[in-house]
Nanobody
Framework: QVQLVESGGGLVQAGGSLRLSCAAS????????MGWFLQAPGKEREFVAAISWIGGSTYYADSVKGRFTISRDNAKNTLYLQMNSLKPEDTAVYYC??????????????WGQGTQVTVSS
């Protein structure tokens, strides 16, 4: 069992930065690939970024490549998403997830409650 709690969301102006964190409980955090997804109002959950269980491989949606960086610290049971050059279209609730990895939400078993990111123009 893994419990996930996101933090770090907020209101930021376009061009600004935010760093999201996802704290995991449970001893098996390092056994899972981790991912970040977003969900805007009225839209389906979308893939943002993923990282392998040991952190050696990362994957990004085209819309965030070069702007967002996913990382993990298995010693601290924490996942991060550094978001730079934010755009209004990045506004959404951001979720972290643990599971098999990849871009599909169905591949993830555990989900956090989400943190709101709002980017003003």
């Amino acid at each position: 069992q893994v419990q996930l709690v996101e933090s770090g969301g907020g209101l930021v102006q376009a061009g600004g930065s935010l760093r999201l964190s996802c704290a995991a409980s449970g001893r098996t955090f390092s056994s899972y690939a981790m991912g970040w997804f977003l969900q805007a109002p009225g839209k389906e959950r979308e893939f943002v970024a993923a990282i392998s269980w040991i952190g050696g491989s990362t994957y990004y949606a085209d819309s965030v490549k070069g702007r967002f960086t996913i990382s993990r610290d298995n010693a601290k049971n924490t996942l991060y998403l550094q978001m730079n050059s934010l755009k209004p279209e990045d506004t959404a609730v951001y979720y972290c997830a643990a599971g098999d990895g990849g871009i599909l939400p169905g591949a993830y078993i555990y989900w956090g409650q989400g943190t709101q990111v709002t980017v003003s123009s």
